[in-house]
Nanobody
């Protein structure tokens, strides 16, 4: 069974940092692509970042324009986990953050139109 479990959300003041984790199981993590998405109340879901495995040592990453260099996506293959380090958070970053997995994506580049599996989400709230 494929599982994606997000954690690391919470309440932080503007300018603060959070690190989100997406722990995965049930598929070959080496063939993965993992995307982070967010959805704020009353708004459509939007992609934040993505990471995919190009080779055994190289990855492809993608960031939405609004990230503006504030977030960093990374992966720990030994833990089957992808992280999203978020710095300089703004109130407009407030949303539920979801991770999603696209299996059999080895050798291909982010971003993607569709993902196979989704997590339940973690709430990020940035106060002004």
């Amino acid at each position: 069974e494929v599982q994606l479990v997000e954690s690391g959300g919470g309440l932080v003041q503007a300018g603060g940092s959070l690190r989100l984790s997406c722990a995965t199981s049930g598929f070959n993590f080496d063939d993965y692509a993992i995307g982070w998405f967010r959805q704020a109340p009353g708004k459509e879901r939007e992609e934040v970042s993505c990471i995919s495995s190009l080779t055994s040592t190289d990855v492809s990453t993608y960031y939405a324009d609004f990230v503006g260099g504030r977030f960093t996506i990374s992966s720990d293959n030994a833990k089957n986990t992808v992280y999203l380090q978020m710095n300089s958070l703004k109130p407009e970053d407030t949303a539920v953050y979801y991770c999603a997995a696209l299996v059999s994506a080895y050798g291909t580049r982010c971003p993607y139109n569709d993902y196979d599996y989704w997590g339940q989400g973690t709430q990020v709230t940035v106060s002004s």
